[in-house]
């Protein structure tokens, strides 16, 4: 099973994984929740907070987009398909057919 996780398991990037972001989001809000800042300060953790939900949303959309699809082969064994990544013009048009359950077969 080792060796089965070992080729599935995606390549390790330099960006931020998806609990460091989050990290960064929980930290915002609970700097905003508890600390006593001054309007200016407020207003740049509100800003990275944003940022940070912005980017916990990007790598949310990434991930969704890379869901693999278990796929039925004869004699009941199981093959692993990738979901077909969206173009950047349907990622802009803000699609929301995540492509899960499409009735084509796939």
Wanted: aromatic share 4%; with cysteine.
């Amino acid at each position: 099973m080792t060796d089965e996780t070992s080729r599935i398991a995606p390549p390790a990037s330099d960006e931020p994984n998806f609990d460091v972001t989050l990290e960064r989001l929980e930290d915002c809000v609970e700097r905003l929740e508890t600390e006593q800042l001054s309007l200016e300060d407020a207003l740049a953790v509100f800003e990275a907070g944003i940022s940070a939900s912005r980017d916990c949303a990007k790598l949310l959309d990434q991930t969704r987009k890379r869901v693999q699809v278990l796929v039925e082969k004869t004699g009941g064994e199981f093959q692993l398909e990738f979901l077909e990544p969206l173009n950047a013009d349907e990622e802009e048009a803000g699609d929301d057919d995540s492509g899960l359950g499409s009735e084509d077969g796939v």
